[in-house]
Nanobody, 126 residues
Framework: QVQLVESGGGSVQAGGSLRLSCAASGNTYSWRLMGWFRQAPGKEREGVAAISFRYGTTYYADSVKGRFTISRDNAANTMYLQMHSLKPEDTAMYYC???????????????????WGQGTQVTVSS
């Protein structure tokens, strides 16, 4: 079992910044893929970014490229999402997820992740 706990959400004005954290504990392994997903009311959960915990390879949705940065601290078993230039359309519940290493693409396929956190709310006002 893997436990994931998100933190760092909040309310900001458009153009502002937030940093999300995801602390992992339990039966973690160094070569896993971890990702951030978000879900706005009435919309499907979508992939925001992902990172290979072993190699540091990163993946981003087109909508956040250049504004968001995903990173990890292997020693602390923690993943981060630094968000800049936030827009109202970034408003959503943000979830941390963990799954097996990526070997065949589809980092943003939520079905490939087998552990999820409870989510942290991000609200961006115009």
């Amino acid at each position: 079992q893997v436990q994931l706990v998100e933190s760092g959400g909040g309310s900001v004005q458009a153009g502002g910044s937030l940093r999300l954290s995801c602390a992992a504990s339990g039966n973690t392994y160094s070569w896993r893929l971890m990702g951030w997903f978000r879900q706005a009311p009435g919309k499907e959960r979508e992939g925001v970014a992902a990172i290979s915990f072993r190699y540091g390879t990163t993946y981003y949705a087109d909508s956040v490229k250049g504004r968001f940065t995903i990173s990890r601290d292997n020693a602390a078993n923690t993943m981060y999402l630094q968000m800049h230039s936030l827009k109202p359309e970034d408003t959503a519940m943000y979830y941390c997820a963990s799954g097996p290493p990526l070997v065949d693409g589809g980092w943003n396929n939520r079905r490939r992740y087998n552990y999820w956190g409870q989510g942290t709310q991000v609200t961006v006002s115009s």
